[in-house]
């Protein structure tokens, strides 16, 4: 069935060091969506991609969209203890459109 | 102070009970969602309703219903046909198709 793959599903960096979580879905995305979910907390939205091959930043985090809208990436550059927690991202799949959440990839920063 | 409120924040239920779970929004948003956490796992879609009166099934609805009278209010009832109740339930808002969801602080059900 129509599914957001999101890998990896647990990622332990050092304080200082880069983090990256990959998501690929099986059909072609109009966006795709990204969410932060601090330990204990709920998902809180952090930015949209819409275009092919789009290059958003904030800050510390670059965010992409692949050619085909298939892929996305999160980039974190120089990780913070404030990094800590569960990033997913989101697509509109199936009849409905909806948005399908990826299993998401949980970061753990050592300080 | 616009959000939504989900309440209450832990909910503990005996096997075979009916359990409703509140979400009120503030927000003049049109869509309302309810989806289901469960421990390292990422959120599924219990049911959505995009217009007050209207409703529709999502990818695990079975066990679950809901109702929406009220555009501020999208109550979830926990069925006792729900054979694994017991997860973290967020409840959602967005202005429309494809715009970012607000969440809820969620509710954590333990069915015993």
């Known amino acids: 069935g129509q599914q957001v793959m999101q890998i990896p599903q647990y990622q332990h960096v050092q304080e200082g060091e880069d983090f990256t979580t990959y998501c690929n879905s099986s059909?072609?995305?109009?966006?795709i969506q990204w969410y932060k979910q601090r330990p204990g907390g709920h998902p809180v939205f952090l930015i949209q991609?819409?275009?092919?091959?789009e290059v958003k930043k904030q800050k510390r985090l670059t965010f992409q969209f692949g050619e085909a809208k298939k892929n996305s990436s999160l980039h974190i550059t120089a990780t913070q203890t404030t990094d800590v927690g569960t990033y997913f991202c989101?697509?509109?799949?199936?009849?409905?459109?909806?948005?399908?959440f990826g299993s998401g990839t949980q970061l753990t920063v050592l300080p | 102070d616009g959000g939504i409120t989900q309440s209450p924040k832990y909910l503990f239920r005996k096997e075979g009970q009916n359990v409703t779970l509140s979400c009120e929004q503030n927000?003049?948003?049109?869509?309302m969602y309810w989806y289901r956490q469960d421990p390292g796992q990422g959120l599924r879609l219990i049911y959505y309703?995009?217009?007050?009166?209207?409703?529709q099934k999502g990818d695990i609805a079975e066990g679950y219903s809901v109702s929406r009278e009220k555009k501020e209010s999208f109550p979830l009832t926990v069925t006792s046909a729900q054979k694994n109740p017991t997860a973290f339930y967020l409840c959602?808002?967005?202005?429309?198709?494809?715009?970012?969801?607000?969440f809820g602080n969620g509710t954590r059900l333990t069915v015993t």
């Open positions: 927000l003049n948003h049109d869509a």
């Open positions: 309703s995009q217009i007050v009166n209207d409703f």
């Open positions: 059909t072609t995305l109009s966006n």
């Open positions: 959602a808002s967005s202005a429309g198709p494809n715009s970012p969801l607000h």
């Open positions: 989101a697509g509109p799949q199936g009849s409905a459109r909806q948005l399908t």
């Open positions: 991609l819409v275009k092919s091959g």
